[in-house]
């Protein structure tokens, strides 16, 4: 987010439309590494989403995230609906992302086999504190991990995710968890990009977690691990 300010951007008046890729166009960008971000709902990218792509929904969070995880020079894709592309460019133009090469709006169109996140309901959750082959991961930010979390739980901001995947185990099952999973789905997203294989997604998070009155530590009750 603080590269925006060290760059000079033109200033787009007008919002850019950009073109509906068709399939060869996508298949060929893709195929290329032109990073896709899918804007669909979080619930909708875990029932089936293209391999290497990232879950950033097309919310009023948009652009915070797409600041955190975009490079400002590179292009990038979007997976949005034809009605949603001018309200998403713009989001986008505010923070001088204008990279974007094109969209798609059905991803069962590229004939590519989607993936599915493995998303688990807080009884499974529980199961897996305290194991010792399990790594459970809180991605908010370090003032709430702090002010209270699962006890065992680790932090790594998902904003700082990409930069510290070092310390996320590929040899453990690892579980990760944000307050309401928006940002766990970005997490997860990252992950999954990134190689891991054995993660889990706990969507509820702590609003869930709070709500069927499950224990918190905070940092003055115990050494904090966190990035």
Request: aromatic letters at 8%; proline letters at 2%; a negative charge.
């Amino acid at each position: 987010m603080k590269h925006l300010n060290k760059v000079d951007r033109p200033l787009l008046i007008d919002v850019p439309k950009h073109p509906e890729l068709t399939k060869e166009q996508f298949i060929s960008a893709y195929e290329k590494g032109i990073k896709v971000i899918d804007t669909r709902n979080k619930v909708e990218f875990a029932k089936g989403f293209i391999p290497n792509t990232l879950n950033i929904q097309g919310n009023n969070s948009f652009a915070t995230w797409c600041g955190w995880l975009l490079n400002y020079q590179e292009q990038f894709i979007l997976v949005a609906e034809d009605s949603q592309m001018e309200d998403l460019t713009r989001k986008l133009m505010r923070i001088g992302l204008d990279n974007i090469f094109g969209y798609i709006s059905d991803v069962n169109a590229t004939g590519i086999e989607p993936h599915t996140s493995d998303v688990i309901s807080l009884e499974e959750f529980k199961t897996q504190i305290g194991k010792d082959n399990v790594q459970i991961v809180d991605v908010r930010g370090a003032s709430e991990y702090e002010a209270g979390h699962v006890e065992g739980a680790e932090n790594v901001f998902v904003g700082t995710l990409q930069d510290n995947l070092g310390k996320i185990s590929k040899d453990k099952q690892v579980v990760i968890h944000c307050q309401a999973g928006d940002r766990s789905a970005i997490a997860y997203s990252i992950l999954a990009k990134n190689g891991f294989k054995n993660v889990k997604n706990f969507s509820g998070g702590m609003k869930e977690w709070l709500a069927e009155n499950g224990k918190t530590i905070g940092c003055n009750e115990a050494s904090c691990t966190k990035a």
